[in-house]
């Protein structure tokens, strides 16, 4: 299991975080994106070595490059009293996701040093390091780019309880099974809502087969990985049947990173690259 959870953080580090970071289209960002990979490589080098000094040196690399990214939180969220309601959610989703890699790196140093953290064992803290880069990252980036483009109450519904299914989340790391219960309800519910909006609206919008796809492809492995990442804390507060860790990297994990956030972020890179290429043209 280790070498496909590599595997899967990998691609959020490397390819996931830049090329989201890009698709906010915020200036202010720009820099950041063209450093990360100054960040994300040495993170990267970390998760194949031994635990120990070089590997937890090498995380702390990133650790940096998250931390730096997460200082830009702040700032915008100062400026949602100046938004208008109807652009403050996916302002929200955008804040969330600037925070949730420092929250992957931080597990991720505290793994590769070897060393417990709030009480959690290395393989917990092994599996949060790709939660918070998909779960959170990714997933709150694209709640708020369908917010944007939709601009619909469904939207703005979505652009919030990803924030805040992923809040409850990690709050339940700490309090217990039912609170992580329902941060996975809630996130659930708004992912599932991501996925509808993304099949009906946006991918109903495209001419382009290639981004139609990759919407479609993204917009299915979604529905049916929150399907098991609902049933996974439904058994871990109830005592019912449900999948181990070791199904759910190879299940949940491996669909969320390809399926979802790559499919996602290449869709979105696409749309982006269509309109900047109509943009110019009429000018």
Do not use: K
């Not at 949730?100 to 953290?117: D, F």
Request: some cysteine; glycine content about 10%.
């Amino acid at each position: 299991m280790s070498v496909l959870v590599n595997a899967i953080v990998m691609l959020g580090m490397l390819v996931v975080v830049p090329a989201g970071l890009r698709l906010t289209g915020a200036a202010e960002l720009e820099p950041m994106r063209r450093l990360w990979p100054l960040f994300a490589v040495p993170g990267a080098v970390s998760l194949w070595l031994p635990r120990g000094t070089a590997a937890t040196a090498l995380a702390v690399c990133y650790v940096l490059g998250a931390v730096l990214l997460a200082l830009h939180a702040p700032p915008r969220l100062l400026l949602l009293r100046g938004l208008p309601a109807s652009r403050a959610p996916a302002e929200i989703s955008l804040v969330t996701a600037l925070v949730t890699p420092s929250i992957a790196a931080t597990a991720l140093v505290a793994e590769r040093s070897g060393h417990t953290l709030f009480g959690f064992g290395l393989g917990i803290l092994a599996l949060t390091v790709p939660h918070f880069h998909f779960a959170g990252f990714a997933a709150a980036l694209v709640a708020g780019l369908v917010c944007r483009i939709t601009g619909s109450r469904a939207g703005r519904f979505a652009a919030l309880s990803v924030p805040l299914g992923t809040l409850l989340v990690l709050i339940g790391y700490f309090i217990g099974d039912l609170a992580e219960l329902a941060g996975a309800a809630v996130l659930t519910a708004g992912m599932w809502t991501v996925a509808l909006l993304t099949w009906r609206s946006v991918r109903a919008g495209q001419r382009d087969r290639i981004t139609r796809a990759l919407l479609a492809v993204s917009s299915a492995v979604l529905a049916v990985t929150m399907v098991l990442a609902l049933s996974w804390a439904l058994g871990e507060a109830t005592g019912l049947p449900h999948p181990t860790l070791t199904w759910m990297a190879a299940t949940h994990g491996l669909g969320n990173a390809l399926g979802f956030a790559l499919c996602s972020v290449l869709a979105w890179q696409r749309l982006r690259d269509h309109t900047d290429h109509a943009e110019s043209r009429t000018a």
